[in-house]
């Protein structure tokens, strides 16, 4: 996809074409002569702060196609925008086209809290996708946008839960909710005490609903 | 800079400065007042032009970004028959939005029945989004959309 | 060519006019020190205090404001100088260069204010209420704060000042066409016949465009003096979203007195504003505060103490209604709590309590309209309201603590209020408002009001009660445009009085011209001015009589849900019923209140500090009941009903669905996150 395509050109496309999480985080994003107007790429360069959709493209594992005279590379989102605000777009370097993975999931979700308001203000977003088999978690992703420099992802979690089965016990969850505390207590941007329980309730209901699958 | 682009239908030139915003060079220079400037910051709606058919806040256009582009305002749309329909909607159904929101939402409504020739009350709400200006209740914009929604439908069947 | 009124200030472009910007305090206490600018070429004025010819204050209903500051600001972004030009670029560039010094003072707050912040205060006391409260079995008590609201008005404050021989000539959108002459001429020291106001286009303006745009008119027109030019002024989105008046904040306790039954003996309130650094319509503001705050049930022994608060915030003031609202949010949100406390459905407690007819009200007065006794029986029935309290409160006492994979926590709230319109007290006879008819010899009526009509509205209902009372048709009554030199000074376009005050005022004049139609030759001019019937008039020593010239009332349940996981609120039903005698035009009726209902909601749940456009929410049909009854001619205002009500029926609401008990506005998920986060 091109990266100056604007979003409301990508919506276009359908919620059949595009990962459902995708479809839903962009049809939230601003208004629609706004959505007209920004694209995909501009979303993701801008520097300081992650906007809310951002979570979904980070589990998505989207690649960028960088550009400048006589070279390009492709590198992952993750790389591109590796937190503190910081983004590695090199000098005179342009983001061309960005590559969205389709991979099947039997799960997935995104929700964002504060969606009356604009992308600039304060929110919490939140991303969870999980491919399961026989009540088995095979794959699972989980990421938060926190309005602030960077997405909140714990790879600890995901490792510890691939493979449990479902549904997951109330004894299970406690040690799980530990290691996320302690991803929170890692994060970059302060978190207030809302946010923090915000998380974590999400964390459980998301858990809490993988069985009805 | 000089920028050439169509202006409801017509070919227009200007010479500006490339940041100059559409919304200042329409009401300035052309003096098409009836699209109000409003919060400068893509927030209000009040603004609202077509940019190439689709909805634009036109405080956020620069004038380079113009360049052989078509530009439609009320006053461009006004002439066409879809204008008729839903401002005659707007009317049977009681929906009254005030004299600063009321283009936008015209146009809004327009580009709403092109995608969707029967909105359901999601994409009405959706659709309208971009208009901030809270004068208007909602039940009647509703009923009015509907009504603008079989106008239309009736108008163009007719003509097939 | 269009009038006046078909454009909106911004849409004056042509008369060849200078720009104006104004310089804002940077600070929000202080003194100046000192004010250095640049060198000001040929064609740029800078305008400070000491330009000022005339009076540098403005004054409505409460304390002056000045029109620039002199030796020191109040508030942040109060306007300290103006500087006009041709060139809009280059008045930015040389007001970047315009350097104010302050000494700056520590900022006056609302939420601990001294005794220097009290600008004004009142004492109400009925019967004997320390007797009272002495001999109660038990007493509750309760804080009930709200916070400030932004109208978002779409179109913009602003001025087109012409000058002309020995005065000038404005062109703004304004709801009090004659307080902007005033203010004008008084700023400029020059008669009041030398300047001409001409009301421009308003977008619906929530009562934002009272005073204001006096304020901005006389900037303009101060900046005209001194160029000698015609000056365009036109307060840009970003100032008047942080600099100009909001909804005041109030912060309301109540103590009550309550018998073994738990049925209320007495009222201990105290109610404090916060008027911002200038209450321009401070009286009124408090007087309506301390109104709503005794609420509308019947009259009891009450003390009540009520004070305004001066605080470096920008002046606070009117958001459609001027206090009531706030008031009535503490004291319905407190009958709540009282039924609650008394193990009684809220339903039951409101409808014993609520004023019956022929009685008198907490504040002493009696209202001029009672409320029906199907009001509150009316919402209970169609949103089910008693089973559902009944099966809420019984999820509620089952929950010990907001559960985290739990189903939507549901709550009911009910609430009641009156709309008092009009100026309070005996306001309405020093105002005396007029209004002028003529029939001509062509059979046509021409009405001359200053009273100016958002998008047409009231001016149906004046053109309406014209035709039936004179027999002509609708077309062949005009409304005037609201222009100082040709139309007598009907009051503040504000509280509803366009639809109660000058509705009777014009239709007094058509009566009278009915009288003497067949009597005189045509023309017939006349004049009205508004007197209110002496039977209420209202005394303030003994409290008695009418408090406001006209009285509506409303009722509302509001259903919520609360998502246990991201702790937002979704509502499920909203119900109400009004009662306002005659409804005038029943679809503008309908939508005023689903407005009103919308802008309530708002009120509740966005923070207005952040300044940004809350989106139309989602929300199920609206159920609005209008009941009959009423005394004969009798059609009330319903503007602000909707706010008086929804508030304290949502946090009700919230309440019962959380389980803890919410006592301010507004309700944000953080604000849900801390209480229930309490132990």
């Known amino acids: ?120 203000a304060d929110f919490l977003s939140f991303c969870g996708l999980a491919r399961t088999e026989k009540n088995v978690i095979q794959d699972i992703r989980i990421a938060y946008g926190t309005a602030g420099s960077e997405v909140i992802r714990s790879r ?58 | 800079m000089t ?58 256009l ?49 580009v709403l029945l092109e995608k969707h020739a029967e909105p359901s009350e999601e994409q009405i709400l959706s659709g309208l989004a971009g208009i901030g200006c809270q004068c208007a209740d909602y039940s009647t914009l509703l009923r009015a959309v509907s009504l603008a929604a079989s106008a239309r439908k009736s108008r163009r069947r007719a003509r097939r | 060519m269009p009038g006046e009124e078909d454009r909106f200030v911004g849409d004056f472009l042509g008369e060849n006019a200078l720009s104006c910007n104004v310089i804002r305090s940077a600070v929000a206490r202080g003194r100046i020190l000192s004010v250095s600018h640049p060198r000001l070429p040929e064609g740029v004025f800078l305008c400070s205090a000491r330009d000022v010819p005339g009076d540098n204050r403005l004054a409505a209903l409460g304390s002056p404001c000045p029109l620039l500051a002199s030796r020191e600001v109040s508030y942040r972004g109060e306007a300290v100088l103006l500087l006009c030009g041709s060139d809009e670029r280059a008045l930015e560039a040389i007001a970047e260069e315009i350097e104010i010094r302050y000494a700056e003072e520590e900022p006056l707050v609302f939420s601990a204010p001294s005794d220097d912040q009290i600008v004004d205060r009142r004492e109400v006391v009925v019967g004997d209420p320390d007797a009272a409260l002495a001999e109660a079995f038990q007493l509750a008590e309760g804080e009930y704060s709200t916070g400030a609201q932004e109208h978002f008005a779409s179109d913009p404050h602003g001025a087109l000042v012409v000058p002309r021989e020995g005065g000038c000539l404005v062109y703004c959108p304004t709801q009090w066409p004659f307080h902007v002459r005033r203010t004008v001429a008084s700023a400029l020291g020059v008669a009041e016949k030398h300047v001409e106001v001409r009301v421009t286009r308003m977008s619906a303006h929530r009562d934002s465009k009272i005073w204001f745009p006096s304020l901005v008119a006389a900037h303009a027109a101060l900046a005209a003096r001194k160029s000698g030019r015609a000056v365009r002024l036109l307060v840009e989105p970003s100032a008047t979203a942080s600099f100009t008046p909001k909804r005041a904040p ?67 003031d009117a958001f459609v209604g001027l206090g009531l609202s706030q008031g009535f949010f503490a004291a319905e949100t407190h009958a709540s709590r009282l039924a609650e406390l008394s193990s009684t459905d809220p339903f039951t407690w409101k409808e014993r309590n609520l004023v019956k007819t022929g009685g008198r009200l907490a504040s002493g007065g009696t209202p001029s309209h009672y409320p029906p006794p199907e009001l509150l029986r009316r919402v209970a029935e169609v949103s089910d309201f008693t089973r559902k309290h009944a099966s809420y409160e019984m999820h509620k006492k089952r929950r010990t603590k907001v559960p985290e994979e739990a189903k939507p926590l549901r709550g009911i709230g009910l609430s009641v209020a009156y709309q008092g319109s009009g100026l309070v007290g005996r306001g309405e006879e020093r105002s005396s408002s007029s209004v002028v008819a003529r029939l001509d010899a062509d059979g046509s009526l021409l009405i001359l009001t200053s009273a100016v ?52 005022l014009v239709e007094s004049c058509c009566n009278a011209v009915v009288r003497k139609r067949f009597r005189a030759a045509l023309p017939i001019e006349v004049k009205r001015t508004y007197r209110p019937p002496r039977a209420g008039r209202w005394d303030e020593e003994r409290r008695t009589g009418f408090r406001f010239p006209s009285l509506s009332w409303g009722a509302a349940v509001v259903e919520t849900e609360v998502d246990p996981i991201t702790l937002e609120t979704s509502i499920r039903g909203i119900w109400t019923a009004i009662s306002c005698g005659a409804v005038l035009d029943p679809r503008a009726a309908r939508r005023t209140i689903e407005n009103g209902v919308f802008h309530a909601l708002w009120w509740c749940t966005s923070d207005h500090a952040s300044a940004r456009r809350p989106r139309v929410l989602a929300i199920p049909p609206i159920s609005v009941d209008f009941l009959p009854g009423g005394p004969k001619g009798f059609a009330g205002g319903i503007e602000e009903l ?38």
């Not at chain 1, 790429?41 to 906007?51: A, F, K, L, Y």
């Not at chain 3, 007495?266 to 009286?283: E, K, N, Q, T």
């Open chain 1, 156 to 213: 600890e979690i995901e490792n510890e839960l691939v493979g449990r089965k479902l549904p997951i016990g109330k004894r299970e969850l406690g040690p799980i909710m530990e290691i996320l505390d302690a991803a929170l207590a890692l994060a970059a941007d302060a978190l207030t005490s809302f946010k923090r329980e915000r998380i974590r309730s999400l964390l459980g209901w998301f858990l809490a609903e993988l069985p009805d699958r």
């Open chain 1, 1 to 120: 996809m091109g990266s100056a395509v604007p979003i409301s050109r990508i919506l276009d496309i359908g919620a059949n074409v595009l990962p459902r999480v995708m479809h839903l985080a962009l049809s939230e994003l601003g208004t629609p002569a706004i959505r007209n107007r920004a694209t995909l790429g501009g979303n993701i360069c801008i520097r300081e702060r992650r906007m809310s959709a951002f979570p979904v493209y980070l589990l998505l594992d989207i690649q960028l196609e960088l550009k400048r005279a006589g070279t390009t590379r492709w590198i992952p989102l993750s790389r591109f925008a590796p937190g503190g605000g910081k983004i590695d777009l090199q000098r005179s370097e342009v983001l061309t086209r960005i590559r969205i993975p389709f991979a099947a999931w039997d799960f997935e979700v995104y929700r964002r809290i504060n969606r009356e308001t604009s992308d600039s």
């Open chain 3, 250 to 316: 109030t912060r309301v306790s109540i103590r009550t007195g309550l018998d073994r039954e738990g049925n209320p003996v007495a009222h201990d309130i105290g109610v404090f504003v916060d008027g911002g650094a200038f209450p321009v319509l401070g009286a009124e503001l408090l007087e309506r505060t301390i109104e709503g705050a005794l609420g509308g049930y019947a009259s009891l022994p009450v003390r009540l103490r009520g004070f305004l608060v001066k605080t470096s915030s920008p002046p606070l």
């Open chain 3, 453 to 504: 009509s958002v998008e047409g509205m009231a001016e149906r209902a004046w053109i309406d009660a014209a035709s039936r009372i004179l027999g002509i048709e609708k077309k062949r009554v005009v409304v005037a445009e609201s222009r100082t030199d040709s139309v007598p000074d009907s009051g503040p376009s504000a509280l509803s009085r366009n639809v109660t005050i000058v509705r009777e």
């Open chain 2, 62 to 110: 620069p004038a380079f970004a113009l360049r052989g582009a078509s530009v439609l305002t009320i006053d461009g749309f006004s002439r066409t028959r879809d204008y008729g329909d839903i401002l005659r909607s707007f009317n049977e159904a009681g929906y009254a939005p005030c004299g600063y929101c009321a283009q936008g939402r015209i146009l809004s409504v327009h």
């Open chain 2, 3 to 60: 920028v050439a682009f169509m202006l409801n239908g017509r070919s227009v030139t200007v010479n500006v400065e490339p940041e100059r915003r559409l919304v200042d060079i329409l009401r300035e220079d052309f003096e098409l007042t009836r699209t109000k400037a409003g919060c400068y910051a893509g927030d209000c709606g009040a603004c609202t032009v077509l940019l190439n058919g689709a909805l634009a806040v036109s405080c956020m």
């Open chain 3, 642 to 679: 909707a706010g008086s009500v929804i508030p304290s029926a949502y946090v009700s609401a919230v309440a019962q669905a959380t389980g803890r008990y919410f006592d301010a506005l507004p309700i944000t998920p953080e604000l849900v996150h801390r209480y229930t986060e309490e132990p």
